[in-house]
């Protein structure tokens, strides 16, 4: 009997400052639509050290094992998908392990490709599950990082922080994903990469763009031959018009944008139709706004959370149009820079509203506060936490004790 398997719960944690990216824009003395327009940007977390990954992580963990109403008893795997580590030896999965206090007879460790790291977790996670390994345990796989370029850099409105918990498990209330049905693609290029003892990454902005398309485009195609085969969608045409909506890796939202036109251009080329450029800039703006925009707007008040970016994509589409979803495809695009990527898909599921209204992202991001760029650029040079106030309740580092970090909870 084949089992059905996906995500059963997810939340969202993020850092409680932000700034506003046109002040940032004038800061820097750039056109506000540079950054509103040019890249889509509205706001940007700012994590101080006490938010680091780890913290964040636990925080995102304990609100979507809530969310589930899962013991940790239920659980048999813990994976963080992270590329921001707190240590060169001890996984964040670990810290969190023990900070939710979880089962000693889990497996725990992270996850690494650049913002791919995520998916690792995730696909290592359901194809546990599906294997019938797992029993009737489910997983948690958590997406955590800082993404950080540095201060007047081309990459600084692309920066944030964040953390997605996601319960894996069978019959899953929120996302069922077609298990098997992906496609993948590698390439060994330096878009972006962060070497050992440097806080903030080094990036070819241009070119990552291009290899963020390039193997989007090798992905989608992947996923187009398995899921015509296996007859999940008809080959009559524009295949990605099948999905209701399409979550994108998101590192800034306007990428949301070429990537859709990318797998637009692919289904086009695929069916060896002539095109009318002009019709199809129109028809796929038209596209844009209704499969891909309504997952945009939680990325555009948080930036770049690497891992996490795609999924936080994915939990602002189904806070806001899980209801009308329900029982559709949608398809989902993991980027990590280096590079390797994946394109795979999934069926929302009928209790995904209800999950969604126990761990609601507009109330993290209604919780948060408005700090100014002078503040903003205080914060980036900290290398210790901040004795201000946490959210309440929420996990913090707290400082380093004979080489062992230190976390407690406000
Ligand atoms: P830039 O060179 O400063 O910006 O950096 P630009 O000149 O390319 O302009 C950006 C857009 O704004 C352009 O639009 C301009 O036309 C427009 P486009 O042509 O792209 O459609 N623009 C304006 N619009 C309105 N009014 C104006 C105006 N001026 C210009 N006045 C860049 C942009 C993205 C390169 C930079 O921010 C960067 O390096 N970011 C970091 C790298 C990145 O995010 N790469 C994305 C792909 S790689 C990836 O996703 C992986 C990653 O998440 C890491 C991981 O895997 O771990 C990054």
Redesign the pocket.
């Known amino acids: 009997m084949k089992i059905r398997v996906g995500i059963d719960a997810m939340a969202v944690a993020v850092p409680r400052r932000y700034i506003d990216i046109e002040d940032l824009a004038r800061a820097r003395g750039i056109?506000p639509?540079?950054y509103t327009?040019?890249?889509g940007a509205r706001e940007m977390a700012v994590a101080e050290p006490g938010e680091d990954t780890v913290s964040l992580a636990a925080e995102a963990a304990r609100r979507a094992l809530a969310a589930a109403k899962l013991g940790g008893s239920e659980l048999g795997l813990l994976v963080v998908g992270t590329?921001t580590g707190v240590d060169h030896s001890k996984p964040v999965a670990s810290y969190v392990h023990g900070l939710l206090d979880l089962p000693r007879t889990m497996r725990v460790y992270d996850t690494q490709h650049?913002?791919y790291g995520g998916t690792a977790g995730l696909m290592t996670a359901l194809e546990w599950i599906a294997s019938g390994s797992a029993g009737n345990r489910s997983a948690l796989v958590i997406c955590s990082d800082i993404a950080r370029?540095g201060i007047a850099t081309?990459?600084e409105?692309?920066q944030g922080a964040g953390a997605v918990a996601m319960v894996i498990g069978q019959n899953p209330a929120m996302l069922e994903l077609d298990v098997g049905i992906s496609g993948t693609s590698s390439t060994h290029v330096h878009?972006?990469w962060r070497p050992l003892g440097l806080r903030e990454a080094q990036?070819d902005?241009?070119y990552?763009?291009q290899?963020?398309l390039d193997a989007l485009a090798d992905s989608y195609r992947g996923w187009k031959r398995r899921a015509i085969m296996r007859e999940l969608v008809r080959d009559d045409g524009l295949v990605s018009e099948k999905l209701a909506r399409i979550c994108y890796?998101v590192?800034?939202c306007?990428?949301a944008k070429k990537a859709h036109l990318q797998v637009r251009k692919c289904d086009l080329e695929d069916s060896h139709v002539l095109w009318d450029a002009a019709a199809e800039d129109e028809r796929g703006a038209l596209s844009f706004r209704e499969q891909v925009e309504p997952s945009l707007a939680a990325c555009s008040r948080v930036g770049?959370v690497?891992t996490g970016?795609l999924y936080l994509s994915l939990a602002g589409l189904l806070e806001t149009q899980a209801p009308a979803l329900t029982g559709k495809r949608i398809g989902l695009f993991s980027?990590?820079?280096g590079c390797t990527s994946e394109f795979f898909s999934g069926v929302v599921a009928t209790r995904a509203a209800e999950r969604v209204s126990a761990a609601p992202i507009a109330e993290v991001l209604a919780g948060r506060q408005r700090i100014s760029i002078s503040e903003y650029e205080s914060i980036m040079a900290l290398t210790t936490p901040l004795p201000a106030p946490p959210h309440p309740g929420a996990f913090r580092f707290t400082g380093v004790v004979d080489h062992r970090r230190q976390y407690a909870r406000a």
């Open positions: 056109d639509a540079k327009q040019g890249l590329e650049a913002c370029y081309a990459g409105p692309t878009d972006f990036v902005g241009h990552s763009v290899c963020y890796h590192p800034f306007k990428m770049n690497y970016s980027y990590g820079s």
